[in-house]
């Protein structure tokens, strides 16, 4: 039979898996044993791997010491590389045979603050109910620019000409007012007045990375539409701290370290627990803002993607 192509040096000269694997697991463990012990071989056939693969590069990968093996600077180079290497074909194949096994799944992506401060806490309700699906989470503040090969199958954002192929059913609008500890307001009484939040610690929201979630909502923004007299820029405070990652601004608002601008669907739980608490009762109230979630239209009738959209709708009109 005529060849159609060239062989694929790079394919041929490339280690065998099964090298490479035992590598791995001997550079994991530091010892040829508990290496042959976690992938059920002797500990012969991890040494033969491992002395055809330094036969192959030319150089030691391992310094032995008695029992425990260590690493040279060549074996640390190719471990970093191999492992994640490894790691990431584990999760795709595991994606795919779950895909292909009896048990549902879904994809599901939103921002980082709406998994940290909201998902988090409600999955487990959900799984109680809905054992046999399986939830893959996948966060991002880029909506419009997904990674190849990244197709969810729900999305929770207000980006909503994402692609098309994607039905879209409102959620919720948003509202936002200022948090803190009681402690914090106990310690800080005049934050009970909007010129006493303006001269004191403020948490501030950042766009850096954020363009595609939304218009910005910061501490400037929030006071304008409270009052036209409270224009001094939120940076001149005695104690200011901005930051992109809204978790963070949030977790330090509950360390007592000061005000920060809460969204109502990510602090509402907390506020009604009593670790947060609003020291005004002012809020704005974005109405055209709206979250949304958006259903792969091929998965609509999907028994999983079906679940977890009235799941997710029933949770946020509660």
């Not at 509950?254 to 509402?268: E, I, N, S, T």
Request: proline content about 5%; charged content about 25%.
């Amino acid at each position: 039979m005529a060849r159609n192509s060239q062989p694929d040096q790079a394919l041929m000269k490339m280690p065998s898996f099964k090298a490479m694997r035992s590598f791995v697991a001997a550079a994991k463990y530091r010892n040829f044993t508990r290496a042959a012990e976690a992938l059920c071989v002797t500990q012969a056939a991890i040494s033969r791997q491992i002395r055809e693969l330094e036969t192959y590069l030319g150089t030691e990968l391992f310094i032995r010491t008695g029992r425990e093996v260590k690493l040279t600077s060549s074996g640390t180079t190719l471990f970093d590389a191999a492992q994640l290497s490894l790691l990431n074909i584990f999760q795709v194949t595991e994606r795919i045979r779950r895909e292909k096994s009896d048990k549902r799944s879904l994809t599901l992506c939103c921002s980082p603050a709406l998994s940290a401060l909201w998902l988090s806490h409600k999955l487990k309700d959900f799984f109680s109910t809905n054992p046999d699906v399986d939830l893959n989470v996948i966060t991002t503040q880029h909506f419009l620019v997904m990674e190849p090969g990244i197709n969810p199958d729900i999305f929770v954002t207000k980006t909503i000409d994402l692609r098309p192929g994607y039905l879209r059913v409102p959620l919720f609008h948003e509202v936002v007012y200022p948090v803190c500890t009681p402690r914090f307001l106990e310690a800080h009484p005049e934050i009970r007045t909007l010129e006493g939040m303006r001269r004191n610690t403020l948490l501030d929201l950042n766009p850096y990375g954020r363009s595609q979630l939304s218009e910005q909502v910061d501490w400037n923004v929030w006071f304008a539409f409270q009052s036209h007299d409270l224009q001094i820029p939120a940076a001149q405070s005695p104690h200011y701290f901005s930051s992109n990652d809204y978790s963070l601004l949030i977790q330090m608002a509950l360390d007592d370290q000061g005000l920060a601008l809460g969204w109502d669907h990510l602090v509402r739980h907390l506020v009604k627990q009593g670790h947060l608490v609003r020291p005004v009762t002012e809020e704005l109230a974005l109405r055209e803002s709206v979250q949304y979630l958006m259903i792969n239209e091929k998965k609509e009738d999907d028994p999983a993607c079906r679940d977890f959209k009235d799941w997710l709708i029933t949770q946020f009109k509660t």
